[in-house]
């Protein structure tokens, strides 16, 4: 009967009182899940990692060895594993997929809850109105650094700075007030608005002037681009506006 053997890793991660590495924790993970026996060696004081480092002529931890080499750090593991690595710099639509795909659910759920159907018109509704509150959470986190995005490209806040400031809340109010189906005479004039102003200020600055800006509309630490998702969330707000004061 053979005996299969595990290849061996060594893995040097950081695990004190104060701190547990996140990235020690993934790559002990990662290697057992791809059947490395690790000799987890933990380094319990900051004075030892920094021993540790220093001998190494390495700047951080964790560092992991296969077969007596030195890989790297988390990140390296991934790569000799011809795992992807994520880029922080790099654009990406995943924020806005996340957003999107829970507020749809939340909508379906929201109706079912109210009515017994899971698609109807309200459904949409709700859809809309969900995005909305979300999309203004995510503004509402920082909304310094949200701002500072958003004066790149609005027509509106470059005129007049507090904008920048009050968008993400009447973004929220016009959401709230139209799940509640209350103060409409508010909503619709609020989401009309800022929805209107935002499609311009999107349309003039990708589509007229051919800028490539990052966009504001899930957060000034985003990597969305700026334009079809930024116009989506405006196109939004504006149709939900009209068909609330059509209905």
Request: hydrophobic share 50%.
């Amino acid at each position: 009967m053979s005996t299969v053997v595990k290849q061996k890793a060594t893995l040097f991660r950081m695990v004190t009182d104060e701190h547990v590495c996140p990235f020690g924790l993934k790559a002990k993970d990662l290697l057992e899940r791809k059947g490395y026996q690790v000799d987890d060696q933990r380094l319990t004081s900051r004075s030892e990692a920094d021993s540790f480092k220093e001998e190494q002529q390495v700047k951080t931890t964790p560092q992991i060895f296969i077969n007596n080499t030195r890989i790297g750090g988390y990140e390296a593991l991934r790569r000799h594993l011809d795992m992807p690595v994520q880029d922080t710099e790099s654009t990406s639509y995943k924020p806005v997929i996340a957003i999107f795909s829970v507020a749809f659910l939340m909508a379906l759920a929201t109706n079912w809850a109210l009515s017994g159907s899971i698609m109807t018109m309200r459904s949409f509704e709700f859809f809309i109105a969900i995005s909305m509150c979300i999309l203004a959470i995510q503004k509402l986190q920082n909304l310094e650094s949200f701002s500072n995005m958003f004066l790149g490209y609005d027509l509106l806040a470059k005129r007049v700075v507090r904008y920048a400031y009050v968008y993400p809340f009447g973004e929220a109010l016009a959401g709230i007030l139209m799940i509640a189906g209350a103060l409409l005479w508010l909503a619709i004039p609020v989401a009309l608005f800022i929805g209107t102003v935002g499609a311009v200020s999107v349309v003039k600055a990708v589509y007229i002037d051919k800028r490539e800006l990052k966009c504001a509309c899930v957060g000034g630490d985003s990597n969305v681009p700026l334009g079809f998702i930024s116009l989506t969330e405006n196109i939004m707000m504006m149709v939900m506006a009209v068909w609330m004061l059509i209905r």
